[in-house]
């Protein structure tokens, strides 16, 4: 696969919008601020990587961005529509419909083959009809699985197991894609590859995409690159980053 080439998500409408987002955890008697103040604004179309050391708490950024855990403070907006407002149920509602999740693991089912991952999202939503089967056929193709769509996990590589589960995130039609060290797990190549077809699908199908990586290849693209430290994110790559991301 090629790399992507970059179309200015500019003058898009935000997706994912975090304003001022503050999360404090437990410590001894205490607690400890893991994020404060995170502002981010995530447009269809664009794609942006979040860096940071272990423990900045770039895990907790995407799950207040996903909506499973709520901040102590701040707005999380996805597709237009504030969220600290809304019930438990509703917040689920606006997951469901628009937010898909990539982990570092491709969290497959084991006794499910490749096509039958992805039918599973159309069948928790009351919804596997014959379109929703080719829909799943035709995603599989898209990442380069057409020959493995019978195939259960165990018989799947590392990266063919990670590009099914990237299939999986885009069946339910997500407006936001978050993905958390999706190349964790891969050797250089097969991450490139990974973080290539992410960069593909967030253009072609008009995502705004947050992808937590260590990953330096992420230096070759072209969109935003943050990085989280002291609770904030911070622009990575301008002057006296020489790329070396911890
Ligand atoms: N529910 C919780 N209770 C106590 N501490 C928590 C809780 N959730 C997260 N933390 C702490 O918050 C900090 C940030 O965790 P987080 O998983 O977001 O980091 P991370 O940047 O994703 O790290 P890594 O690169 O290792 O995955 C860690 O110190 C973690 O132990
Ligand atoms: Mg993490």
Redesign the pocket.
């Known amino acids: 696969m090629t790399a992507p080439t970059p179309q200015p998500a500019a003058g898009r409408p935000a997706a994912l919008e975090l304003d001022d987002v503050e999360v404090a955890?437990?410590?001894g008697d205490g607690t400890?601020t893991?994020l404060a103040g995170v502002a981010l604004e995530v447009r269809r179309g664009e794609l942006v990587t979040i860096a940071?050391?272990?423990?900045?708490?770039?895990?907790?950024?995407l799950?207040v961005a996903g909506l499973l855990r709520r901040p102590d403070r701040g707005e999380v907006t996805i597709a237009g529509r504030p969220t600290s407002g809304l019930s438990g149920r509703e917040r689920t509602v606006v997951r469901r419909d628009h937010v898909a999740v990539v982990h570092q693991s491709a969290q497959l089912f084991p006794s499910l083959t490749a096509v039958e991952q992805l039918e599973l999202v159309a069948h928790i939503r009351g919804r596997l009809d014959r379109a929703a089967r080719e829909r799943a056929r035709a995603l599989l193709a898209e990442v380069g699985l057409a020959h493995r769509m019978d195939a259960l996990p165990a018989h799947l590589s590392g990266g063919e197991r990670q590009r099914v589960a990237v299939a999986r995130a885009l069946m339910a039609e997500p407006s936001v894609l978050l993905a958390?060290?999706p190349t964790a797990a891969l050797d250089p190549e097969r991450g490139q590859e990974i973080l290539d077809l992410l960069a593909v699908e967030t253009r072609e199908r008009d995502l705004a995409t947050v992808v937590?990586t260590?990953d330096p290849v992420t230096r070759s693209w072209p969109d935003r690159r943050l990085e989280?430290r002291g609770g904030r994110l911070h622009e990575a790559g301008g002057p006296g980053d020489d790329g070396a991301l911890t």
Not at 52 to 61: D, F, I, P, Q
């Open positions: 955890v437990p410590d400890r893991i940071g050391r272990s423990g900045a708490g770039k895990s907790t950024l799950a958390d060290e937590v260590h989280l």
